[in-house]
C-alpha cells in the first residue's frame, strides 16, 4: 500500500496524469471515497494522463463516461445510483476492459461484479483541500503498476505529500 496526501485539487490532478500515463487495456482502478473525496478530480487527472481531450465529468446519470483518444477509449464508471452488483453486470465491463482501461468510483458498491484483480484507490477528505490517498494493489500485474506510479511519482512529488508505508 502507498499513502499519499495532496494539498489541493490541482495536486490530486497532477497525481492522477501520473497514473493516467500508466494505464492500458484491461487495467481496472477501483475509486472509493465518500462524497467530495476528490473521485471526479482524480479521473480529471487520469484521464489527461492518458491522453484524452475530452472534458471529464461526473457520469452519476449517465452511469459511464467514455473518453476517447485516438488508439482507445477510456471507461469512467459511477456505481454509485446501482442497486448492486447484479445492476453492473448487466453494464458489460469484460466489454469495457477489452477496449480500455475502466475506472469505478463508488466500487465498493459493486465489488463482486469486478474483476478480483484491481488497483483500488481510496480517497479521504482531511482538510480544505487535502486529501489522503491509498493506493492498493490486488494483484500482480497492480503491485507493478504501482511500482511504476511510486518511482515517477517520487521525481515530482510536492514536498510533504508521501507518507511511510
Given amino acids: 500500500m ?3 496526501t495532496t494539498h489541493s485539487a ?11 500515463r500508466l494505464l492500458a487495456t484491461g487495467d481496472l482502478l477501483a475509486l472509493e471515497g465518500d462524497l467530495g473525496s476528490g473521485k471526479t478530480t482524480l479521473v ?5 494522463g492518458w491522453g484524452s481531450p475530452d472534458r471529464v465529468t461526473s457520469p452519476t446519470f449517465v452511469l459511464i463516461n467514455v ?6 477509449r477510456l471507461y469512467h464508471m459511477d456505481a454509485y445510483r446501482l442497486g448492486g452488483p447484479a445492476e453492473a453486470a448487466d453494464l458489460d465491463l469484460d466489454a469495457c476492459l477489452e477496449s480500455g482501461p475502466l475506472v469505478v468510483e463508488w466500487a465498493e458498491r459493486i465489488r463482486d461484479a469486478l474483476p478480483d484483480h484491481f488497483l483500488q484507490v481510496r480517497l479521504a477528505w482531511q482538510e480544505a483541500d487535502h486529501r489522503l490517498l491509498q493506493l492498493v494493489p490486488h494483484g500482480g500485474h497492480y503491485r507493478l503498476l504501482l511500482d511504476r506510479f511510486e518511482e515517477t511519482w517520487r521525481s515530482i512529488q510536492p514536498a510533504g505529500s508521501r507518507r511511510p508505508r
Avoid: S, V
Avoid at 473518453?67 to 482507445?72: D, L, M, S, T
Fill in 10 to 20: 490541482d495536486e490530486t490532478r497532477i497525481l492522477g496524469r501520473t497514473l493516467g
Fill in 67 to 72: 473518453y476517447r483518444r485516438p488508439e482507445g
Fill in 2 to 4: 502507498l499513502e499519499i
Fill in 44 to 48: 480529471q487527472g487520469i484521464a489527461a
